[in-house]
């Protein structure tokens, strides 16, 4: 240990299940594989020799780049189910030549375990910093693997379902098979005002990480975990026209076919107490030409970007549905068999039918 290493970083979390589990999570090496690394990577390798002087090796692979990441060390002490000591070093970044120290004590608690973690040793407050993060998403994946909840014990999305937005989120986690709560929150409610700064719906909340922004939750969300890719894998024409289809409804789409058009059915603001008709009539001409782009972009192919589900798709879905269920958008989605085909498709996903909002 070097004497000159002086920062240390202190965690403490519950998860709900017993110290044992949890014990022999830290220790074991098929459980270490399943969870040892944070979110975004993979345990590519792991030995482990459970034992005080025994050592371990743990090779963690990032998913976006497939760059590897090893640490190891040795165990000071093991005392199941209450205590872990071990020593910490990278082999490679930013920090090879500290070996830190690590102790866990579990405690059980209401039906579950409390963790507090004491990492010492770091030779400077960054490499603490960043340890500090990384560590909270570690024990994101401690927490899926032991607790029966499984991710919905870390991930929740803030947001009523019916919104677009809320929506699409919620599919890309049905397409990721990842397990959350939802908490329907209406949009500018003090509770969503309290994790999303501009009041909006969704925002996700994975243990300590907050994101909000749809698109920024899922690539949150396709990079952190397993499950069939969001982002094109067809190649950088395939992945820019996703992020172009993305871009355009978020800046141009939603404010004709939702704002001006969907929401003018379910808030009617018409002096009449009906549907504001000056609005929808000045909002039917974009939508007519915002469906026709889409519609040539399909170029006979089940989603916009080619033959595999993207992130534009998930975005797209649910306004395309909203529009379906009015008459004037009804009547303009009959003009465009490309879109309503590419909506078929995605209303067969199983993703679609798992998030479909009730609406009465
Ligand atoms: N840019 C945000 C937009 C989210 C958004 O506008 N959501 C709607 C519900 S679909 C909302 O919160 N509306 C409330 C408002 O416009 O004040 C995102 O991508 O998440």
Request: overall charge neutral.
């Amino acid at each position: 240990m070097k004497e000159a290493a002086t920062f240390h970083l202190e965690i403490d979390r519950f998860i709900k299940a017993s110290p044992q589990k949890i014990f022999d999570a830290l220790t074991q090496e098929p459980s270490i594989k399943a969870w040892y690394c944070p979110r975004g990577m993979s345990v590519a390798e792991a030995s482990v020799e459970a034992k005080v002087g025994g050592k371990y090796r743990i090779v963690m692979a990032s998913r976006h780049d497939g760059s590897r990441h090893v640490v190891g060390g040795v165990f000071q002490a093991i005392e199941r189910p209450d205590f872990i000591a071990y020593t910490w070093r990278w082999e490679d970044g930013p920090m090879p030549d500290a070996t830190t120290l690590i102790e866990i004590r579990l405690t059980a608690k209401d039906g579950g375990t409390a963790l507090h973690m004491r990492h010492t040793g770091f030779p400077n407050a960054q490499s603490r910093d960043s340890h500090q993060h990384g560590w909270q998403s570690v024990f994101n994946r401690l927490s899926d693997l032991v607790d029966p909840e499984g991710s919905a014990s870390t991930v929740t999305l803030f947001g009523n379902p019916r919104s677009t937005y809320c929506w699409t989120a919620r599919l890309g986690l049905a397409e990721k098979g990842v397990k959350y709560r939802l908490e329907p929150n209406r949009p500018h409610a003090p509770e969503q005002l309290a994790i999303h700064p501009f009041g909006r719906v969704p925002a996700m909340r994975d243990g300590e990480t907050v994101i909000w922004e749809t698109r920024a939750i899922l690539d949150y969300v396709d990079e952190a975990f397993d499950g069939p890719s969001l982002t094109p894998t067809t190649g950088m024409i395939a992945r820019a026209r996703s992020e172009q289809w993305i871009s355009a409804i978020n800046c141009y789409c939603y404010d004709a076919m939702v704002r001006r058009y969907v929401l003018q059915y379910f808030f009617p603001g018409g002096a009449d107490g009906g549907p504001n008709r000056s609005v929808i009539d000045s909002a039917t001409p974009e939508i007519d030409k915002q469906l026709a782009l889409f519609d040539k972009a399909y170029g006979g192919a089940d989603y916009l970007t080619g033959a595999s589900m993207a992130m534009a798709d998930l975005f797209l879905a649910p306004l395309v549905f909203y529009l379906g269920r009015f008459p004037e958008g009804k009547a303009l989605l009959e003009k465009y068999p490309g879109v309503r085909r590419g909506q078929e498709v995605m209303q067969a996903r199983p993703s679609f039918a798992a998030t479909l909002p009730k609406l009465g």
